[in-house]
């Protein structure tokens, strides 16, 4: 206990001669980009200020890396949470119109599939109507029966047909 007492006058008395600087750097001062990055014992400084060079110091706000890494992390969380809210917006507004053009289409093949059917029944009822004795040569009743299906085919590739709705 008696050497105790000396030996802690003699560390005492080495540190208060020697003290630590308080602002001791543990590298070079960094110029990143625009941005003065100060290495120090704690943990890397950013200067958010200006950096003044003659007087080696920041004049402003200078924060630590790992606080500027968390600032920076919530700043990205709030905007990305920004763009999934737009891109679910956008999302249900284009399914919504989707939905609206699908309705309009099919509404549309209803109101062409009676016209496209009143066209063909005319064209039959005409063909129809040809007299019999006009049909007796069968070249002439064959070309005939050509014409009337080729006109047929022509309606049904000019109104192509909605498929059936479920259930017929």
């Given amino acids: 206990m008696k050497l105790f007492f000396p030996i802690a006058i003699c ?28 290495p120090s014992t704690y943990g890397d400084l950013i200067c958010l200020g200006n950096w003044n060079s003659d007087l080696g110091r920041c ?8 606080a500027l890494a968390a600032i920076s992390a919530a700043k990205s969380a709030d905007k990305l949470e920004q763009i999934r809210r737009l891109l679910d917006t956008l ?50 009743r064959k070309e005939i029966e050509k014409l009337k299906e080729d006109l047929l085919l022509e309606v049904d590739q000019r109104n192509p047909r909605a498929a ?5």
């Fill in 11 to 38: 560390v005492l008395t080495f540190l208060n001669l020697n003290p630590p600087s308080a602002d001791a750097q543990s590298g070079p001062i960094q110029n990143y980009e625009g941005v003065v990055i100060l």
């Fill in 59 to 66: 004049d402003g706000p200078a924060v630590s890396s790992g």
């Fill in 91 to 140: 999302n249900s507004g284009l399914s919504a119109n989707t939905q609206a053009l699908l309705n309009i289409q099919k509404s549309a093949d209803l109101q062409n599939r009676p016209a496209k059917e009143s066209i063909k029944q005319a064209i039959a009822k005409r063909f129809d109507a040809i007299p019999a004795g006009v049909l007796t040569d069968d070249s002439v």
């Fill in 164 to 168: 059936d709705p479920p259930g017929k």
